[in-house]
C-alpha cells in the first residue's frame, strides 16, 4: 500500500522559498489519480492548497496561485511544493496526501511542520 | 469556491454516545464529500467517501450520509479513540475545501 513521506526544511527565511517534496513508497506514483498538498496552522483547521493530476494538470487554492508550483516527477517517485515569498502566515504542518476514491484524499504523510521566521 | 459549514463546532459526549456531526456546503456538491478525524499530533484519516461509502478498515459505528447540500456523520456508539476533530471535505469541483473541523471531547 502507498505510503507518503514529506522531506524538507523546517525553518525558511520570510521572502524566501518554501520547498517540499513528497517521496510516494509501496506503489507507483502512477497509482493514484491525482495528489495533493493540504496544511495546518498551529492550533487551525485544515487548507488544501494544491493538486496535480497524473496528466500534469495542476489546481491551486485562489489565495496562493501567485506564489505556488506543484510538480510530479514519475521517475523519482515523488511529488513536490515550491511556495515562495514565504511570511509569517506560510507557517504550518504541510501535509501531502493521495487521492483515492470519490476523490477523497485517502492516504496522508505523515506531515511536515516549516516555520517562517528569520 | 464552495464553503462547508460544520455544526455544532464543539460537541461533548460519554463513551456509548451517540453522536451526529453535520456538514453545509454553499452550493449542491452532489455525494462529493468526504469525512475525516484527527486526533492531535496524528494525520487526518479517512473516514467516509462519497458521502456514504466507509473506508476500508474504518469501524462501522461510522456512517455517513446526505447529497446536495446536506451531509451528517454519526458515530452510533462513541469509543475511547474516537475523540478527535472531524472535518469535512468537498471533493466536487476545485478548489477543494475543507469544513472548519467539529471537536468531540469528553464530558
Known amino acids: 500500500q502507498v505510503q507518503l513521506q514529506e522531506s524538507g526544511p523546517g525553518l525558511v527565511k520570510p521572502s524566501e522559498t518554501l520547498s517540499l517534496t513528497c517521496i510516494v513508497s509501496?506503489?507507483?506514483?502512477?497509482?493514484?489519480?491525482?495528489w495533493g498538498w493540504i496544511r495546518q496552522p498551529p492550533g487551525k483547521g485544515l487548507e488544501w492548497i494544491g493538486s496535480i493530476y497524473q496528466s500534469g494538470n495542476t489546481y491551486y487554492t485562489p489565495s496562493l496561485t501567485s506564489r505556488i508550483t506543484i510538480s510530479l516527477d514519475a521517475s523519482k517517485n515523488h511529488f513536490s511544493l515550491k511556495l515562495n515569498s514565504v511570511t509569517a502566515a506560510d507557517t504550518a504542518l504541510y501535509y501531502c496526501?493521495?487521492?483515492?476514491?470519490?476523490?477523497?484524499?485517502?492516504?496522508w504523510g505523515q506531515g511536515t511542520m516549516v516555520t517562517i521566521s528569520s | 469556491d464552495i464553503q462547508l459549514t460544520q455544526s455544532p463546532s464543539s460537541v461533548s459526549a460519554s463513551m456509548g454516545d451517540r453522536v451526529t456531526i453535520t456538514c453545509r456546503a454553499s452550493?449542491?456538491?452532489?455525494?462529493?464529500l468526504a469525512w475525516y478525524h484527527q486526533k492531535p499530533g496524528e494525520a487526518p484519516k479517512l473516514l467516509i467517501y462519497a458521502a456514504s461509502n466507509l473506508q476500508s478498515g474504518v469501524p462501522s459505528r461510522f456512517s455517513g450520509s446526505g447529497s446536495g447540500t446536506d451531509f451528517t456523520l454519526t458515530i452510533s456508539s462513541l469509543q475511547p479513540e474516537d475523540f478527535a476533530t472531524y472535518y469535512c471535505q468537498q471533493a466536487y469541483s476545485f478548489p477543494r475545501t475543507f469544513g472548519p473541523g467539529t471537536n468531540v471531547d469528553v464530558k
Open positions: 509501496g506503489s507507483s506514483i502512477s497509482s493514484a489519480y491525482y
Open positions: 452550493q449542491g456538491i452532489g455525494t462529493w
Open positions: 496526501a493521495a487521492a483515492g476514491r470519490g476523490d477523497s484524499f485517502e492516504t
